[in-house]
């Protein structure tokens, strides 16, 4: 069966007109190409759909039914073709993004707050997952995109990464601490300490495994906990030294605890992940764009850098920023 939909299109308006001569005139058509197209349609279902005469034009009772049935359908198609048309242009639809649990309370609830004020009839939902998960979601296309924080510089022949910000570690102490007297504290000084930092879903691991190595530290067990709050409880019980990313970004420690920087310094950097030579949807990248935003400033004359690791650079007229 090989039936356009200018013919259904045609027929819904003679049926809605009982008229060939009005519908021609919403098509802009002659009557007699209406007509042949009414007819090229009978001739296609293999029914007959109009009775005819000189002065009126009248629905068969297959016409009437198959009238009300393509009616919805073509209502339907218009509907969802504007809708996709507008979620094309970056206003309306669901985005879903994958984000490390610790980034998802602080830095990536601002960037939502953007989002809703940029596109308030846009759906931005939030996907938690550990890391792996993040990047395995953007991988298969279950996620428009993924938020993760990494120490090393980021490669994969699969995805492609924006660096958005630099975050460096610190230590967590009560104020009363002996370490709490110096102004930046050696990675070597915690050696003295058991050592209570983030799980490998906020990417910290690593980086201390960069640390340790660099500063000839001994490997010992250390606490690994789900969330900043949780490292500044046990910090304050006495349980040993926190090391966690202090910066604007970044969920912010107990307010009766100090943070040391810890030096040589270490950093975390924060990105953005899409699939390798995917175009995002246009409502993604618009969302892309301003979590990328949140934080951009104009390019400095040098941007800054990691002391340990050169990164590539993020999307032009953005800067990666270091948190101080």
């Known amino acids: 069966m090989n039936v356009s939909l200018q013919q259904l299109k045609v027929f819904v308006a003679v049926a809605r007109e009982r008229s060939f001569t009005r519908a021609a005139r919403e098509f802009d058509l002659t009557q007699s190409a209406v007509s042949r197209c009414v007819r090229e349609l009978e001739d296609a279902v293999e029914l007959k759909l109009f009775d005819r005469t000189t002065r009126q034009v009248e629905l068969t009772s297959a016409g009437a039914s198959l009238e009300r049935r393509i009616g919805r359908l073509l209502d339907e198609i218009e509907r969802t073709l504007l809708e996709e048309r507008t979620a094309y242009e970056g206003h309306t639809g669901l985005v879903v993004i994958g984000s490390n649990p610790m980034l998802s309370s602080g830095w990536v609830a601002q960037s939502l707050a953007g989002c809703a004020e940029a596109f308030p009839e846009l759906i931005v939902s939030i996907k938690d997952q550990p890391q792996s998960g993040v990047l395995a979601s953007v991988e298969q296309g279950e996620v428009d995109f993924g938020v993760v924080s990494v120490a090393e510089p980021f490669a994969s022949d699969l995805l492609h990464a924006q660096v958005i910000f630099t975050t460096p570690l610190h230590a967590l102490i009560p104020a009363a601490h002996p370490l709490a007297t110096h102004a930046n504290i050696d990675w070597r000084a915690l050696n003295e300490w058991n050592l209570i930092t983030l799980n490998g ?110 990164w590539p650079a993020a999307t032009p007229g953005c800067a990666v920023l270091h948190e101080p």
Do not use: Y
């Open 201 to 310: 879903d906020a990417g910290i691991r690593v980086a201390l495994d960069v640390a340790f190595n660099a500063n000839q530290m001994k490997r010992r067990p250390m606490q690994e906990l789900g969330h900043v709050a949780a490292v500044s409880r046990t910090v304050e019980l006495g349980l040993g030294v926190g090391v966690v990313p202090v910066g604007a970004h970044w969920p912010l420690p107990q307010a009766s605890l100090v943070t040391r920087l810890l030096v040589p310094e270490v950093t975390v950097s924060t990105l953005l992940v899409q699939r390798r030579n995917r175009s995002l949807r246009p409502n993604a990248a618009a969302v892309w764009s301003q979590f990328s935003g949140t934080v951009c400033e104009p390019l400095p004359r040098t941007a800054p850098s990691s002391q340990i690791f050169n």
